[in-house]
């Protein structure tokens, strides 16, 4: 039976998605100011897609072949109901001490900083960064001291735009929390059934991955043949189970402690978007043991 296609429809739905997503987030970036600024840290809130803060619609032009795996009325169900993370994290109480936005758009940063003033937020210590998130947080996470600094990083891109590089960056860190949006329905249409996968897009996929190690877990061959040396794969069942689950297991791999699980973001027809994921890079028993705890149960209590 697949999971995904039988389960009953979700409480969440429509462009709900949306607001579960920033829902999570909010009530995470909560909990975290408060638990730490109780101690003596500088907190910073990471936004590395960070958009225009309010409804922000790209030309068709501007998405590359991947944004484009996204249907036109999902990604109108996206827009439509976003409020904006950076206007969200900025209304944080306790407040984060240091806001960085990062967008490669420009004008988007304009208007996202015209809102922050026009919403009373200049008081607020922003860096506004334009420029391609992989690059961006590169040059952040070797900049800050983080002996005295600990963030929280939402990477919340239009589809495959995060490199895998840029997660193992961050967890190197030892001290940012990461929320993900994971982009399960560009991932799953870039893996066709036939396992015909265009060189671009197995380029494409291992970046995102970290790994060429998708095409094992999800194509088993249909003859004696070697795995993609044709259209004779055949790609596995249930791919987002399977998905997830691999997801999980590559940020286990380099994270000390690891959400139990994956919110799975769904359109208005029940189909997965995205899985919104979240690792801690701090290994400090306590501190990795109470993000896990907060993470889980606001997981547990949003699905
Ligand atoms: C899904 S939207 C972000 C929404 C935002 N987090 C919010 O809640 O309003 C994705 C944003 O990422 C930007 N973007 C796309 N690719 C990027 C890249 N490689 N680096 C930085 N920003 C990128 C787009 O310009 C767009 O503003």
């Known amino acids: 039976m697949n999971h995904f296609i039988n389960e009953p429809k979700p409480s969440h739905f429509g462009g709900d998605w949306s607001q579960q997503k920033l829902s999570v987030l909010s009530k995470y970036l909560s909990a975290y100011t408060t638990v730490l600024k109780k101690q003596n840290f500088s907190l ?3 936004d590395a897609f960070a958009g225009a803060g309010k409804l922000d619609i790209p030309s068709e032009h501007s998405l590359d072949s991947q944004s484009l795996l996204i249907e036109q009325e999902e990604r109108d169900e996206q827009e439509q109901y976003r409020h904006g993370s950076p206007l969200m994290a900025l209304a944080t109480t306790p ?3 240091k806001f960085i936005f990062i967008d490669k758009n420009e004008q988007s940063l304009q208007n996202l900083c015209d809102e922050i003033t026009r919403q009373n937020h ?3 210590s922003v860096n506004y960064l334009v420029g391609d998130a992989n690059e961006e947080i590169e040059k952040i996470c070797d900049k800050v001291d983080w002996k005295s600094h600990r963030a929280v990083a939402f990477l919340d891109p239009f589809a ?3 490199e895998w590089r840029t997660i193992e960056t961050i967890a190197e860190t ?3 929390d990461l929320w993900l949006l994971f982009p399960a329905m560009a991932v799953n249409r870039m893996m066709t059934t036939t396992g015909e996968v265009p060189a671009q897009w197995q380029e ?3 970046r995102c991955f970290g790994t060429d190690a998708w095409k094992q877990v999800f194509y088993k061959p249909n003859t004696q043949q070697r795995l993609f040396d044709g259209a004779s794969n055949r790609k596995v069942m249930r791919p987002f189970e399977v998905l997830s689950g691999f997801v999980n297991d590559r940020l286990n791999s380099i994270f000390p402690g690891v959400g139990k699980r994956n919110l799975i973001l769904k359109n208005s027809k029940n189909s997965p978007l995205f ?3 979240f690792a801690c890079s701090n290994p400090n028993p306590k501190a990795l043991g109470l993000a896990l705890k907060i993470a889980n149960h606001i997981i547990d209590t949003s699905s």
């Open 44 to 46: 910073i809130y990471i």
């Open 95 to 97: 407040s984060f001490d």
């Open 122 to 124: 200049a008081e607020k």
């Open 160 to 162: 495959t735009e995060v």
């Open 174 to 176: 030892q001290a940012v």
């Open 204 to 206: 494409k996929l291992t």
């Open 275 to 277: 899985l919104l994921c």
